[in-house]
């Protein structure tokens, strides 16, 4: 069990920028035990119950239910949150930002490969099969 976070400041809810993250103990850069590089300094809603958490992982552990992803046409919503600056974001300027637009903090490029587990994907088939 790594115990990283153990160092006293590490809580299963805090406020950052106003805005109260829950997960498995989230320190006030919104990092977990999941995830606690430098630059995991990212929160997200899901449409589920549109609380943050640090990532997937935490709502799971704590949300008590099923998550739900959030699809193309609601990208627009103020899901992300910086945990550098608390400020909020939107999907859309998340997910075409390699850092925060408010602070600068550099976004974990690896959060990218796990997108899927937030954000329902358009169909990745125009125009690939024509069948039927
Ligand atoms: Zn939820
Ligand atoms: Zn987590
Ligand atoms: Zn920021």
């Known amino acids: 069990m790594p115990r990283a976070l153990t160092d006293g400041s590490a809580e299963d809810s805090v406020r950052v920028g106003g805005h109260e993250?829950?997960?498995?103990?989230?320190?006030?850069?919104?990092?977990?035990?999941?995830?606690?590089?430098p630059w995991d300094v990212v929160a997200l809603a899901l449409p589920?119950?549109?609380?943050?958490h640090p990532c997937r992982e935490c709502h799971d552990a704590v949300a008590g239910h099923e998550a739900q992803l959030w699809p193309p046409d609601r990208f627009d919503a103020e899901a992300i949150l910086c945990g550098a600056c608390g400020s909020p974001m939107s999907i859309e300027r998340y997910l075409a930002a390699d850092?925060?637009?408010?602070c600068a903090a550099?976004?974990?490029?690896?959060?990218r490969l796990?997108?899927?587990r937030?954000?329902?994907?358009?169909p990745a088939s125009a125009g690939?099969?024509?069948a039927g």
């Open 48 to 52: 589920c119950c549109e609380r943050l």
């Open 21 to 37: 993250v829950h997960g498995l103990p989230v320190d006030l850069e919104t990092r977990c035990v999941h995830w606690h590089q």
């Open 128 to 130: 690939a099969a024509r």
């Open 99 to 102: 850092a925060c637009p408010c």
């Open 118 to 122: 937030y954000f329902a994907e358009q």
């Open 114 to 116: 796990h997108r899927h």
């Open 106 to 111: 550099v976004f974990n490029p690896g959060c």
